[in-house]
């Protein structure tokens, strides 16, 4: 049993609490767009969410950091992450998107998920 | 609590997150409580540096997770019968949870191993129902969802108690509720009745987890310091950059981004190594906290003998409509319903846990 003790270099017991601490929020969505068509490739897809941004919110809400983590073309569905305090205004801005290229469209999100689980559920 | 509009527009859900760090051969350690105590799981996935082939006491392990079944239809009645009591609640962790009902919208229902019988319902049903309950915590200032907890293993709850003649008529004759439920069953010792054969008037499947692997090549992972919780600039990253990492990790998000990059300008937290292989495994299904505790076991044992990997990690996803997160903690959903822990298990056996939940629970145990 001596052996298996913790020496004394082994972590001593620590509980740390984090309130809201996650500097990011994760969005994962997908972009409904009639049958045919061209679909947007990654690029015009970030394009497409920053000119969301800039139609609710100006140039400011256009300068919101937003990273689109993954992105596939053939499902249009994608992770896109965000600092918290952009959330709302992310969320709010793709919600009233109506337009890609003279096309309907429509953004669905589908989780939004804070800190490191974003990981698909269920 | 009235903010001004454009202050609102700032704020996002509250979540916690609870970091621990201990040894895992404490004898004071709570790590296995913790894992005991978060009853539905609906997810395992674990990564192993340095590791390309499972060794075979883990690939058994993992074999070994063990089946669950979906009864469908099942009146709640049923779970409240002393047969049912004594050949699976008393001998054994029986577990329980309604499939595929959303907890913000749907009544819902789970059984927990210590006995207890938790009902989830809105308002109309709990008038209906006629059972003792209490508001829930999260439903707002007018109430609309109350929690309705039974001790099936109360001595008073015996068959001919008044106690247990009024839940059984309110289940039975005054507001039958049904569900389609996940049940699993963990007991050691003698073989006794089944499930299957228990329920077998019933539509019952027995169902298997669902397990992938995969290995990943050239992937770049952190450099962690199991004494440094906060890490160390340029020597060790801390827990929260760890768990964003997983999440990257386990959603294949590319991790060499520049920081001018268009698209994305993730990139893996500094300082970080690159592993030739890393192996991931994940199990999708109804997996009960016993068998969370084996595999957690095994994953220790795997630094019985010299490794590469300096750690290595354990990710378990809770079900987001369960009513409950650890213990009998109330949980909600709001936006994402997230309940899950990760362990990082060092090789000196030392362990991290990082306890996450969303807006609508209590603060981890």
């Keep these: 049993m001596a052996l298996s003790e913790p020496a004394a270099a082994a972590a001593t017991f620590e509980r740390r609490v984090l309130r809201s601490a996650g500097e990011h929020h994760y969005l994962r969505v997908w972009l409904e767009l009639p049958d045919g068509g061209a679909r947007p490739s990654a690029a015009q897809f970030k394009q497409l969410v920053v000119s969301a941004l800039r139609e609710l919110h100006g140039e400011v809400g256009a300068a919101l950091p937003v990273d689109v983590l993954t992105y596939e073309e053939k499902t249009l569905s994608a992770i896109l992450r965000v600092v918290s305090s952009g959330l709302v205004k992310l969320w709010s801005a793709l919600t009233l998107l109506g337009f890609y290229q003279n096309r309907r469209c429509a953004f669905r999100v589908l989780q939004v998920k804070p800190c490191g689980d974003w990981i698909g559920q269920q | 609590m009235s903010l001004p509009p454009l202050q609102r527009l700032r704020q996002a859900p509250r979540h916690l997150l609870v970091c621990e760090k201990g040894h895992a051969r404490h004898a004071r350690s709570r790590h296995a409580a913790h894992v005991r105590d978060h009853a539905y799981n609906c997810r395992v996935s674990f990564l192993i540096p340095e590791c390309g082939l499972l060794p075979e006491v883990l690939k058994s392990t993992i074999a070994d997770v063990g089946e669950y079944y979906l009864v469908r239809n099942l009146p709640v009645h049923e779970l409240v019968a002393h047969d049912f009591i004594d050949a699976f609640v008393k001998k054994g962790s029986c577990y329980a949870l309604t499939y595929k009902t959303k907890i913000d919208q749907d009544n819902t229902a789970a059984l927990l191993p210590n006995g207890n019988l938790i009902l989830s319902v809105d308002k109309d049903t709990y008038e209906e129902l006629g059972l003792q309950g209490r508001p829930s915590k999260y439903s707002g200032k007018k109430v609309m969802r109350y929690i309705i907890t039974i001790d099936l293993t109360d001595s008073g709850f015996h068959p001919d108690s008044k106690k247990h003649n009024r839940v059984l008529w309110a289940l039975k004759e005054n507001k039958p509720l049904e569900f389609d439920f996940l049940l699993a069953w963990y007991h050691t ?140 903690n109330e949980h909600g959903f709001h936006k994402g319903g997230e309940n899950l822990y990760n362990f990082v298990i060092f090789r000196n056996l030392d362990y991290w846990l990082q306890m996450a939940v969303g807006t609508n629970d209590d603060c981890p145990p």
């Design chain 2, 189 to 328: 010792g003698a073989e006794g009745s089944t499930l299957v054969s228990y329920f077998s008037k019933n539509q019952i499947e027995t169902l298997k987890p669902k397990i992938t692997f995969s290995t990943l090549r050239d992937l770049q992972c952190p450099l962690l310091e199991s004494n440094e919780l906060y890490g160390k600039p340029e020597e060790s990253c801390s827990t929260e950059e760890l768990f964003e990492w997983l999440g990257a990790v386990l959603n294949q998000v590319s991790l060499d981004n520049k920081s001018s990059s268009f698209l994305s300008t993730y990139c893996c937290p500094q300082p970080n190594t690159i592993v030739e292989k890393a192996f991931l495994c994940t199990i999708t299904g109804f997996i009960i906290p016993e068998k969370i505790i084996q595999l957690l076991e095994q994953l220790c044992c795997y630094f019985g003998e010299p490794k590469l990997a300096c750690w290595l990690t354990l990710t378990v996803h809770g079900f987001a409509d369960s009513p409950v997160s650890w213990r009998e």
